[in-house]
C-alpha cells in the first residue's frame, strides 16, 4: 500500500502500462518536459523518452487524428487535453474518426485510444477551464467514457483504459487531483471491471448517483444527512457508457428514491439518461420522481460565482427534502 | 530567397539604442512621439507588474504576463488608426491600453467577476480569447465584413508562436489570402508556449509561412517598438488599399512565466532569460533619447511617477471592484426570455432566500 493522490496514482497507472506495453504512447500539450500542467504526466519523458512521451504541436484535432494514425499503426496512445474547454477543437477527429472508424471496417480495425480529459470546476479559473463535457462523448457511439473520483480508481481505471481495444474518454477531476488515498500498486486482485459501477456508501432511504468530482460531495452530503436520521446509498458510476445499469436499478429498487449529482448543466445532461431509464426500470419502486443536481443552463460562470453555479453539500440535500416531499 | 536562408529580422532600434537603417521601412517620428511611445511602454509594463503583484496577494486568480513583449504590443497598436478593428489573445493588454480599455476592465476576467468587461465596439478591441487561435477566424470574417460594407478600416490580429500550429489560424490564412481580406496577422512569436520551444511548432521561421498561403509575410524585432510600429502601419496600409492580407512576426521573448501558475524554471534555462534581458525593449528606448538629448532626467522621473500612480490606481480599483451578483450567472445567456432559464433563475432565487431567512 502507498499513498498516493490522485494525480500521482494516474501517473503510477500510466507507467506502469507503459513498462507492460512498449506500444502505449502518451501525447499531448506540455506533457513532457514540464509533465503536464497538472503534473499528472511528471518524469515520464525522462525515463521513457520523447518517442514515447511527445510534446506535440499546439492542435487538439492534430492530437487526437494523429493518434488514429498511429493507432492504425498498432500503437496505443493516452492523449491529454490541457484543459476540458479544449476538446472542442478535437471534436470533429473525436466525432467523426475515433468513434466511428471501427465499425465501418467491420471490426478489422481497433482504436485503443485514451483521451484524457481533466475535468470540472472548482479551482477558480478562467473560462473554458472548468467544464464537464461529458455528455457530448455519451451520445457519441462507439466511445467508451468513464471518470475516475478517487486515487484507486484513477490508478486501476487509466490501466483499464489503456488496455480496452476501444477508444476511452477518460475524465479526471482535476479539483481532487490532490486528494490522497492508499492505493494498493503490488496486485490487480482488487480492480473491478472499469466498466462497473460501485456502491461507495450503503444506505437504505435514497440513492445517490454521482461520478467524478461529485461522489465525494455526495458522500459529504451522506454523512451529514446521517447526522439527522437519513440513510443515503452513495454510487460512483465510473463509467458513464456503458453505464451499470444493473447495480443502478437494484439500488433504486431498494431506496425508492434517485438524486443525479453532477456539474454539468442539467438541460440534456447525464442526469436526464439516467432519470429516464430509472423511470422506465424501476417505476413501480419509485417513491418520488427522479431529482436531478447539476449545472444551471448557463455557460460556466466567472470563478467568483462557481460556488454558486456547482451542486454542494447544501444543493444535494435540499434536492433529497425534496425527493422526500413526494 | 531559399527555404534555408538565414531569416531576415526588420529592426529600426539596436538594443543599444542606436538608429539603423533599413531598405523596406523606415520611420519619421519627432521627439514628443518617441517620448510619448516610451511613455506607453512604461505604463503598460507598471500594469503588468502591477497585475502580478494583485494575483501574489489573492486578488486575481490568474494572470498573464506581457513582460517583454511590450514593444510589439505598442509598436503594432500605435499602428491602428481608430477605425481598425484588433482581435487579441489574452496577453495583449499592452495593445488594450493603446485601444483605450481601462487598464482595470482587463482585470475582471482574471479577478472571476466576468468574462469580459469591455464593449468591443466602443474602443474597436475585441474581447480576450483564451481558446488558442479562435480569434483569427473572428478576425477575417470581420475583415470580410469591411470589404463588404465599404468600410475604411483594416483589421489585425493577435496570436502566438504556439497558436501558429492550430486549424483554425491555419484556416483563417487561407480565407484571408482567397478573399484578399484586409488583415494583418501579427504573430507574438515569444519563443515559448507554456513549455514547448518554438522547435515543437515549427521547423521553418514563421513568417515564412505567408508565402505557401499566398501573402507576404514579415520578420520584425519584437522588441523595437520603432520597427513594430512602422511594418505594422504599412501592413495595415497594405490591407486598407486592397493589397490583402500580411503576416508580422515580431520576434520577442516572453519574459516571465506563462501565467502565474506556471513555473517556467521546470523547462527553459536561465541564461535564456539573461541574454534577452539585454535586449529588453524599453532600455533601447531609453538610451535613444538620453543619447540624443530628446528627453531629460526630469521626463523620466515623471514618467516613472505617473507609472507610480497608475499602478497605486490600479490596485485600488482592482480590490474595490464589486463581486457579481449570484443572478449575474443567468444574465445575457439569451437575447430575450428564455423559459427555462427563467424557471431555473427564479428557483435559484428562492433557494438562496432561504437561506436568509
Ligand atoms: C485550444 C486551446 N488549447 C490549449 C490551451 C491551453 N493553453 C493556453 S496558452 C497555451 C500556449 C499558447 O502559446 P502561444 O500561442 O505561443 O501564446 P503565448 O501564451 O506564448 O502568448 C496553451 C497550450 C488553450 N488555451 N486553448
Ligand atoms: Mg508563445
Keep these: 500500500m502507498t499513498v498516493l493522490t490522485l494525480s500521482k496514482a494516474l501517473n503510477e497507472g500510466m507507467r506502469k502500462a507503459m513498462e507492460d506495453d512498449s506500444k502505449v504512447l502518451i501525447m499531448g500539450e506540455d506533457v513532457g518536459k514540464l509533465g503536464g500542467v497538472f503534473r499528472v504526466t511528471d518524469g515520464l519523458q525522462k525515463d521513457f523518452g520523447e518517442d514515447r512521451v511527445i510534446d506535440t504541436p499546439l492542435a487538439e484535432s492534430g492530437i487526437i487524428g494523429t493518434a488514429i494514425g498511429l493507432a492504425l499503426r498498432g500503437f496505443r496512445p493516452v492523449c491529454e487535453i490541457q484543459f476540458d474547454g479544449f476538446v472542442f477543437p478535437a471534436a470533429d477527429q473525436i466525432i467523426t474518426q475515433l468513434a466511428k472508424m471501427p465499425m465501418r471496417a467491420l471490426g478489422a480495425i481497433k482504436l485503443p485510444i485514451v483521451v484524457r480529459i481533466p475535468c470540472g470546476g472548482g479551482i477558480g479559473a478562467v473560462e473554458h477551464h472548468s467544464e464537464s463535457p461529458e455528455s457530448y462523448f455519451i451520445h457519441t457511439a462507439g466511445l467508451r467514457v468513464v471518470a475516475c473520483s478517487n486515487p484507486a480508481d484513477a490508478y486501476s481505471m487509466i490501466q483499464q483504459a489503456i488496455q480496452s481495444d476501444d477508444p476511452v474518454i477518460f475524465f479526471e477531476p482535476k479539483r481532487r487531483y490532490w486528494e490522497k488515498a492508499e492505493v494498493d500498486t503490488g496486485s490487480t486482485d482488487w480492480w473491478a471491471p472499469f466498466d462497473q459501477a460501485q456502491v461507495v456508501r450503503q444506505g437504505s432511504d435514497v440513492t445517490l448517483l454521482a461520478y467524478g468530482p461529485m461522489v465525494k460531495t ?16 452513495v454510487i ?14 437494484e439500488s433504486v429498487r431498494k431506496t425508492g428514491r434517485a438524486v443525479v449529482v453532477h456539474e454539468a448543466p442539467v438541460t440534456g445532461g447525464f442526469g436526464a439518461e439516467l432519470a429516464a431509464r430509472i423511470t422506465e426500470q424501476c417505476f413501480y419502486h419509485l417513491e418520488s420522481p427522479v431529482l436531478r443536481v447539476g449545472g444551471f443552463s448557463t455557460p460556466y460562470p466567472p470563478s467568483k460565482l462557481e460556488e454558486h453555479y456547482l451542486p454542494d453539500l447544501d444543493r444535494v440535500l435540499d434536492a433529497v427534502d425534496r425527493a422526500f416531499g413526494y | 530567397m531559399t527555404a534555408d536562408a538565414p531569416p531576415e529580422l526588420v529592426q529600426l532600434l539596436t538594443p543599444e539604442g542606436e538608429r539603423v537603417e533599413h531598405p523596406d521601412y523606415d520611420i519619421d517620428l519627432t521627439p514628443e512621439e518617441v517620448r510619448s511611445l516610451y511613455r506607453d511602454l512604461v505604463l503598460v509594463r507598471r500594469i503588468d507588474l502591477e497585475a502580478v503583484a494583485l494575483q501574489r496577494h489573492g486578488e486575481l486568480g490568474i494572470w498573464a504576463s506581457l513582460l517583454g513583449q511590450e514593444a510589439a504590443q505598442i509598436g503594432s497598436g500605435r499602428a491602428l488608426t481608430d477605425d481598425d478593428m484588433a482581435f487579441p489573445t489574452y496577453r495583449e493588454h499592452g495593445v488594450a491600453w493603446c485601444r483605450d480599455v481601462d487598464p482595470v476592465k482587463l482585470l475582471g476576467l482574471f479577478r472571476g467577476v466576468n468574462h469580459g468587461g469591455w464593449d468591443p465596439a466602443e474602443h474597436n478591441f475585441h474581447l480576450y480569447t483564451i481558446v488558442i487561435g479562435s480569434q483569427t477566424l473572428h478576425a477575417v470574417g470581420y475583415a470580410m465584413g469591411i470589404q463588404r460594407d465599404g468600410g475604411d478600416g483594416a483589421t489585425i490580429v493577435y496570436f502566438g508562436d504556439g497558436a501558429s500550429s492550430q486549424g483554425d489560424v491555419n484556416e483563417s490564412f487561407v480565407w484571408a489570402s482567397v478573399f484578399n481580406a484586409p488583415i494583418v496577422f ?38 523595437d517598438v520603432f520597427a513594430c510600429l512602422a511594418v505594422t502601419r504599412q501592413a495595415l496600409k497594405n490591407a486598407r488599399e486592397g493589397q490583402g492580407p500580411t503576416l508580422i512576426e515580431a520576434f520577442t521573448y516572453r519574459m516571465g512565466a506563462h501565467t502565474t501558475t506556471d513555473d517556467p524554471t521546470r523547462y527553459r534555462v536561465a541564461s535564456e532569460l539573461e541574454a534577452w534581458k539585454l535586449k529588453d525593449p524599453i532600455e533601447r528606448v531609453k538610451a535613444y533619447l538620453f543619447k540624443n538629448e530628446l528627453a531629460d532626467q526630469e521626463f523620466f522621473d515623471a514618467v516613472d511617477a505617473e507609472a507610480e500612480k497608475l499602478g497605486a490606481d490600479l490596485r485600488r480599483r482592482c480590490v474595490e471592484m464589486p463581486d457579481p451578483t449570484p443572478m449575474a450567472m443567468f444574465e445575457h445567456v439569451y437575447s430575450s426570455e428564455h423559459r427555462q432559464l427563467d424557471e431555473e433563475r427564479t428557483a435559484y432565487a428562492g433557494y438562496l432566500e432561504g437561506f436568509e431567512s
Design chain 1, 236 to 249: 460512483d458510476l465510473r463509467s458513464l457508457n456503458p453505464l451499470d445499469t444493473g447495480r443502478v436499478f
Design chain 1, 218 to 233: 455526495c458522500l459529504e452530503a451522506a454523512t451529514a444527512a446521517a447526522e439527522e436520521g437519513r440513510s443515503m446509498e
Design chain 2, 186 to 223: 501579427f504573430c507574438q512569436n515569444n519563443q515559448w508556449a507554456i513549455s514547448e520551444p518554438i522547435e515543437k511548432q515549427s521547423r521553418i521561421p514563421l513568417y515564412r509561412r505567408a508565402n505557401g498561403f499566398g501573402f507576404p509575410g514579415v520578420r520584425v524585432d519584437g522588441n
